[in-house]
């Protein structure tokens, strides 16, 4: 993995990211043995997006493996606001860190970096396109309380059109055998047609659509609720209508599994009651703390880090 650029889900191997995984797993267990792993080494994070985890966690994994960071938490503090390309931007941050997590609101940001870089580029959001390092911290959760990523019934609920992290989600585990999806969306939120012909369809993966999640939640392995994107809407109309399509409250949950596993990126804003957080199945809590962690093994291994293989 050294020195490879991680723009979406599909540029690691199952191989690499089983790997991944299991060092996540080391370091949690044992995160003073990591702390000099990335002494002496930079990260550079440029978000031009806000961020919260993605960008603290990346900052956290960084420094408790013993590297310092630098960066700009949105771009009127840097030279994008005087008119620089991102291109001259990544030719310059290049030359100051060892590697660089960027998010930008332009679907294809992240790729366009990848080739002026002779960093890797992480990509920590590209627009409503991907966000491959939410979907390790995904993977990671469900491994750990699953215990598998193969087999489950998953329902992604929510914005399956702008959200980036549902669209990386469905690439990554349509990679393993036996999982079957169910879309809920209102029409006007409908996951994009590419993640179903040219992901689902070729791998043979298994998909229904549903409107109402009271229908499916009784199926569900894995409930993957997410926040309607307002930031992508074109007209605050559409988002005022659509904002609270789904709001998952105790009673709902009455209808699932007992052990439903209950994921959302965050941040939420309506769609999961704050009932629900003292639920045993509710997991995205959990699912933050992993993220710094995966993270670490991701920067690790990706800065050349050959310690804890099989
Ligand atoms: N999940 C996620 O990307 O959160 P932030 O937008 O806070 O980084």
Same mark, same amino acid.
């Given at each position: 993995m050294k020195g490879k650029h991680l723009i979406?889900? %599909?540029?690691?191997s199952i191989e690499e990211l089983d790997d991944l995984f299991s060092l996540a797993e080391k370091i949690m267990e044992n #995160? !003073? @043995?990591? +702390?000099?792993?990335?002494? %002496?080494k930079i990260l550079a994070t440029l978000f031009f997006e806000p961020s919260t985890r993605t960008r603290l966690s990346f900052e956290a994994a960084m420094l408790r493996l013993g590297g310092s960071t630098l960066g700009f @938490?949105?771009?009127? @503090? !840097?030279?994008t606001a005087k008119g620089e390309s991102l291109a001259d931007t990544i030719r310059t941050v290049a030359a100051y860190s060892d590697i660089i997590a960027m998010r930008n609101p332009k679907e294809g940001a992240a790729l366009l970096a990848s080739q002026y870089s002779e960093k890797p580029i992480i990509n920590a959001g590209d627009g409503g396109h991907h966000h491959p390092t939410q979907t390790l911290t995904d993977l990671l959760t469900i491994r750990t309380i699953? %215990?598998? +990523?193969?087999g489950l019934t998953i329902g992604l609920c929510g914005?399956? =059109?702008?959200g980036r992290t549902v669209h990386s989600l469905a690439k990554a585990m349509?990679?393993?055998?036996g999982n079957r999806f169910v879309l809920i969306s209102p029409p006007e939120l409908e996951i994009p047609d590419y993640i179903i012909n040219r992901v689902f369809k070729p791998a043979g993966v298994s998909f229904s659509r549903v409107q109402q999640m009271e229908e499916v939640l009784g199926d569900l392995d894995i409930l993957y609720m997410t926040r309607?994107? =307002?930031?992508?809407?074109?007209n605050e109309q559409d988002y005022i209508r659509l904002k609270d399509s789904y709001i998952l409250t105790l009673d709902k949950l009455?209808?699932?599994? =007992?052990d439903l596993c209950v994921l959302h990126p965050? #941040?939420?804003?309506?769609?999961?009651?704050?009932?629900?957080? !003292?639920?045993?199945? @509710?997991a995205y809590f959990l699912q933050v703390q992993f993220g710094m962690f995966v993270r670490m093994a991701l920067i690790a291994r990706v800065l050349g880090y050959e310690g804890g293989k099989k």
């Open positions: 979406e889900p %599909g540029d690691f #995160p !003073s @043995a990591f +702390t000099e792993v990335c002494r %002496g @938490a949105e771009p009127n @503090a !840097s030279s699953k %215990g598998t +990523t193969s914005d399956l =059109k702008f349509a990679r393993y055998p309607v994107q =307002k930031e992508r809407f074109f009455r209808l699932a599994k =007992k965050l #941040p939420r804003v309506n769609e999961i009651a704050p009932e629900v957080d !003292s639920d045993p199945r @509710a």
